[in-house]
């Protein structure tokens, strides 16, 4: 496939369905990922990969990136986070756990796995893990694998829940677009890869505009709904 029809056509579909799963296979990054698992699956092993590429380049900046969700290091159940050496929760996007010496996390059946990641990660390779966390905003325990490597100094991983990596390829457009991705990854030229590797950042930020944009209307939203409230209230008090 000519390299800019596959580019064409990859903006034209994404363009069309929602960017928050994407697909692995940047080669450039030294990493393995396996793209035969579900859109949940890749997602998570291409995001860890960029998120491995930019701790190396700028530590700093990619933690921060990380605890805040931004820069599409973020989907509606999967973020990255990282631990230091030292056994510290550097990046994570719930504060209770930032700052803190977490390698005594444990789920209910006593599985260690964030002292397992730290003492097992090796840079350059792709490990996984199976264990017991609860989702964003839920106390509930739930199943789930994390992918996980070295980056840096720092552990870091992207995890998926077993539920949502079961679910057929083809049943989210999320899901598709990772589908897609995966396979044009596969034909791209090793020439074209950076061209490749460009677009594909640039579709992460228009995400990030998109799900900013949302945020501040629904604010508004809720603003407006509440002046309302307060001012139907002062008129059936004046009607009294």
Request: proline share 5%.
């Amino acid at each position: 496939m000519n390299p800019r029809a596959a580019i064409i056509a990859a903006a034209l579909i994404a363009a069309a369905l929602p960017q928050t799963v994407l697909a692995c296979g940047d080669s450039e990054a030294g990493l393995s990922c396996d793209d035969s698992g579900s859109g949940a699956e890749m997602g998570a092993k291409w995001m860890l990969n960029r998120a491995s590429k930019a701790v190396v380049t700028d530590k700093a900046k990619a933690l921060t990136s990380f605890t805040k969700g931004m820069d599409g290091f973020r989907t509606a159940d999967s973020y990255v986070f990282c631990v230091g050496p030292d056994g510290v929760m550097s990046a994570h996007p719930n504060p209770i756990l930032q700052g803190h010496d977490v390698r005594d996390l444990h789920d209910k059946t006593g599985n260690y796995f964030i002292k397992t990641m730290v003492e097992t990660a090796k840079p350059d390779q792709i490990s996984s893990i199976h264990y017991l966390f609860p989702k964003p905003g839920s106390t509930i325990e739930e199943p789930k694998t994390t992918y996980y490597t070295k980056a840096g100094d720092e552990m870091c991983a992207v995890g998926v829940y077993d539920a949502d990596a079961a679910a057929p390829q083809t049943a989210t457009p999320e899901a598709r677009v990772a589908t897609l991705r995966a396979k044009l990854d596969s034909e791209i030229p090793a020439s074209a890869r950076s061209d490749w590797t460009a677009f594909l950042e640039a579709l992460n930020q228009v995400g990030d505009t998109r799900a900013a944009t949302l945020a501040r209307v629904r604010d508004g939203l809720k603003a407006a709904e509440a002046a309302l409230k307060t001012t139907d209230g002062k008129t059936a008090a004046d009607q009294k």
